[in-house]
């Protein structure tokens, strides 16, 4: 069984298009996230949920906007597609680092391929 | 703060030599610290992680990692390189008490035949 799952892997899209992005997750996990990836394999935190509730925001775009129906589900959705949003973006998982007082490994899902054309 | 410097953009070895990839980080408190791999076109696995037991951590695939304090590092090494070893790696630190996990650069290990 996969732990974190994304759906799609990969994403081609104009410039101006909204699309989604979805990640699940089985492993009972309280906390998930948003990573973008750029070409240069730098990683970035978009986005993290805690039960439900979002808990950082790292000056991303409002043209993001993550929602987290329960706690097994983050989805991505952006608006109005720009050149600069193709990246690869991961979908990840932990316990709660701040309810246990020790930050716990994160498991990641394979990568969303999104491409603006 | 937090932040983490990955040494090394890229290192290249030998097949069946040792790997050394170098970490240093930044915590105000107590850190959690992450090696993760990513093979082409991949998703981030974890390799091994420290959580204040025992400093030298051992992890998948003959990887090992040192946390010294004194030099705020945490390099990760490999006695022998393998041809499948040839990936990008993360160094990633994280303090109790915060959801932020700080990701290193990275490094590329490109391993010769």
């Known amino acids: 069984d996969t732990a974190v799952s994304q759906t799609p892997k990969y994403l081609v899209t104009q410039m101006g298009n909204d699309k989604s992005i979805k990640c699940e997750q089985n492993?009972?996990?309280?906390?998930m996230y948003w990573y973008k990836q750029d070409s240069k394999k730098f990683l970035k935190i978009m986005f993290s949920?805690?039960?439900?509730?979002?808990?950082i925001n790292e000056t991303v775009p409002n043209r993001f906007s993550p929602k987290s129906p329960d706690k097994a589900h983050l989805n991505l959705h952006i608006n109005s597609l720009e050149l600069g949003d193709s990246a690869v973006y991961f979908c990840?998982?932990?316990?709660?680092?701040?309810?246990?007082?020790?930050?716990?490994?994160?498991?990641f899902g394979p990568g969303t391929r999104l491409t603006v054309l | 703060a937090q932040s983490v410097t990955q040494l090394d953009s890229h290192v290249s070895v030998s097949e069946g030599t040792p790997v050394l990839l170098r970490c240093n980080y930044s915590s105000s408190y107590s850190p959690s610290l992450f090696w993760y791999v990513q093979h082409p076109n991949k998703g981030l696995q974890l390799l091994l992680k420290y959580t204040s037991a025992a400093t030298l951590v051992k992890g998948i695939n003959g990887f090992e990692a040192e946390f010294k304090k004194s030099e705020t590092s945490f390099h990760l090494t490999k006695p022998s390189a393998h041809m499948s070893d040839a990936a990008e790696y993360f160094c990633v630190v994280s303090s109790s008490g915060t959801y932020k996990y700080i990701f290193g650069t990275g490094t590329r290990l490109k391993v010769l035949a």
């Open positions: 949920y805690n039960n439900k509730e979002l808990i």
């Open positions: 990840a998982s932990s316990q709660d680092a701040y309810a246990s007082g020790r930050a716990d490994t994160q498991y």
């Open positions: 492993l009972g996990h309280d906390t």
